[in-house]
């Protein structure tokens, strides 16, 4: 029931970052036998088209996924979920359905209403900018990077090959891994980061509010740190919206941390932290150098 | 009585990161008599000669001052303090003497105590890596970057603009500030982002004992905005030390900001978290294009 990728018509739903990019690759190395793209705006269908993205570009939502084997969603979260509602009828029974969401449990909630036949997997590729949009996209960003794959309990053995065969063309890393445990592993290390970036903006700017010059003298501590905060503030918006509990958790979890620092600053305990700073360095240095090994 | 650069012998005490870069950016445009390096390893005195970035090093602290016109001390904060003290009898009268450290108003008041005659000048080149020592030095490190100057009350207007000279030869841009406005500023835009980033990686890690495979889905958002925990500890431990009540300040500024986001996040008031991110959003996002247009 299940043709190989090669033999596969693939509709990637959202032309932005994450969707034009996989379009890019799919196309670029001939992966599949069609790559179609849906954008809402007249535009990014042209540029996707006239760049070569794409085999056939449209803003008709119902055309795009008429006849696909494999459809993947690629817009902020709720408009995922949307989605999902409306295409559900459009689709071939045995059809492919993924996504690109930062976020899983409500998706993969969402994907189990889907007609039976129709099978579904969540999908979240760890790779991003804090650019955004068609121009952002690039070939090879998902090269070396991991893809979280959650397959629902109805989805078919051969269906999850599929995905993970589209995964690995593209150069990356598929994991498979339960919605809510996805969920509560990407609050600590992308949503918190996102808060921390955003407060960080704040909190400088309400120095600069009395003293300009601190934008003339921020360079690599600052900017690095907060660099996420320029991410798309809609995208963001979703995935706070959709994993509030986990964050909140994680939020609360790093002010407790922060708080232990200020303590042993306030109280001018060097070998405290010391012992806490040469720990988070060694941590640090640890996972990059890991990180680096696997790319 | 003081000498154009060019006329110059320049020591620089301490050859890590920053301080041999500017060994390097001396020595290789020939923008003064001559490169002295003094560093407390043999082996780090070793590679600064053979690699050309000094015409002498040693390590001998009084050897290394003797008779140089311009002295820069390039270690950590403390390790500055204290060798003010130490090679103030060494020096020529109307010696230029500049630091290269991360704080301003406890060397600044060190410096106050040299011999009458000598020239002291508190430094702060706004730029770095996270990692550090020689083998991390290059040449070309302070093009474009801000290098902030603390002149003394005593400091002779031909000391000030040497400094200048050294500044602007290397590519960098001198911004002269008062030392404690200097600390209250890189308490927000650098010493913050430090502490931010190490009890990030702290979270994280407490997520990750639990549960490992966090550290496999860390990418971008977790990797820039920890990436200064893995500056050097000793380093950092004396900025603490050294701008305790400015960081506190900080640090509370930061905590009320995440304070608030919580907040909004708990009480699903999306309007209020979609402002106060654009908000964010706009401003690290103009930061971002003044400073690519300054470089």
């Known amino acids: 029931m299940t043709k190989p990728l090669r033999d596969c018509r693939i509709t990637v739903i959202g032309l932005g970052l994450m969707g034009a990019s996989l379009c890019m690759d799919l196309s670029r190395e001939g992966l599949c036998r069609e790559v179609r793209g849906v954008a809402r705006r007249t535009r990014t269908v042209l540029d996707a088209f006239f760049s070569g993205a794409v085999d056939l570009a449209t803003n008709d939502l119902h055309t795009g996924v008429m006849g696909a084997d494999v459809v993947i969603l690629a817009t902020p979260v709720w408009s995922i979920i949307d989605m999902l509602e409306e295409i559900g009828p459009y689709l071939w029974p045995g059809a492919l359905i993924m996504d690109m969401g930062s976020t899983k449990a409500e998706i993969c909630a969402a994907m189990a209403r889907l007609p039976s036949g129709i099978q579904p997997i969540g999908g979240h590729p760890m790779t991003g900018k804090e650019t955004s949009g068609f121009d952002a996209a690039e070939p090879g960003l998902y090269q070396g990077a991991t893809w979280v794959l ?37 609050a600590a290390i992308s949503h918190l980061p996102y808060l921390l970036a955003s407060a960080l903006v704040d909190a400088v ?49 790093f002010a407790a941390e922060l708080g232990e620092l200020r303590g042993l600053l306030r109280d001018e305990d060097e070998a405290g932290l010391r012992a806490k700073l040469e720990q988070s360095e060694r941590a640090r240095q640890l996972w990059e150098r890991r990180i680096d090994n696997c790319e």
């Open 150 to 186: 959650s397959p629902l309990e109805r989805t078919a053995p051969p269906a999850l090959e599929l995905a993970h065969e589209l995964v690995l063309a593209v150069g990356a890393r598929p994991v498979v891994l339960e919605p809510t445990r996805h969920d509560r592993l990407v």
């Open 205 to 253: 700017s309400a120095v600069g509010a009395a003293d300009p010059l601190v934008w003339d003298l921020a360079a690599g501590g600052f900017r690095d740190t907060s660099r996420v905060a320029a991410s798309d503030t809609r995208m963001f918006l979703d995935i706070l919206a959709t994993n509030r509990d986990a964050i909140l958790e994680q939020v609360d979890r």
